[in-house]
């Protein structure tokens, strides 16, 4: 009866094995950090920049409507369904900070931001702290007919060379796109809901939008 042979790994390949370990957890902690927005490195090593959008929805409501459904968890007093994933830190006349709770598929990401606001026409969104170490946004409101067009765009910056470019191309930027498409879907409904009451509290007989 042949015996099996037994591979016994030499101590510099346990070392090898032991190093690759350290390396992933020491990554896996990092991505962790950052996501949370307990850490942010804006290092600036091999940085690349990703488009986010732009991303497009039409809304049958007009545009001073939907500007103020889009601002008023910021400059007004949040809604308490909104109250665990937004907290407003500082409140000004045109400028905002503000920190944002948003569902992954495993864990909260963290993101503190300072808004701008430029009424009725665009939104503005620039990263302070969080996941990446540049992000900027921005949302416009053209009106069109008795609708108004909504725009996203935005950019990412994201570092370490090849590594960055692809967690920006993979994963980055699609869950991102993900979580904007679904909150322009939310403002459309919320901004028609809101237009479709005044409709029903318009006088009979009176054409204009209240």
Excluded: C
Excluded at 172 to 201: L, Y
């Amino acid at each position: 009866m042949r015996a099996t042979p037994l591979i016994a790994l030499s101590g510099v390949a346990w070392a090898l094995v032991a190093t690759a370990g350290l390396l992933v957890a020491g990554v896996a902690s990092l991505v962790f950090l950052m996501t949370r927005g307990w850490l942010t490195l804006d290092l600036g090593w091999g940085r690349s920049h990703h488009q986010v959008g732009p991303l497009e929805v039409t809304i049958d409501a007009p545009r001073d409507l939907v500007f103020e459904q889009l601002s008023s968890p910021y400059v007004g007093r949040t809604p308490a369904a909104m109250r665990g994933g937004l907290e407003v830190l500082e409140r000004g006349r045109d400028l905002v900070v503000a920190l944002h709770r948003t569902r992954l598929r495993l864990l909260d990401s963290i993101t503190v931001e300072a808004i701008g606001f430029e009424p009725p026409e665009r939104i503005r969104f620039r990263h302070v702290r969080g996941p990446v170490p540049h992000a900027v946004e921005e949302f416009r409101l053209t009106e069109e007919g008795g609708s108004t067009r909504l725009e996203y765009r935005g950019e990412l910056g994201i570092d370490f060379w090849w590594l960055g470019r692809l967690a920006g191309r993979h994963w980055v930027v699609p869950n991102w796109q993900r979580i904007v498409q679904a909150a322009m879907e939310k403002t459309k409904a919320g901004a028609e809901s809101r237009q479709e009451a005044r409709r029903r509290r318009r006088p009979e007989g009176d054409g204009r939008d209240r």
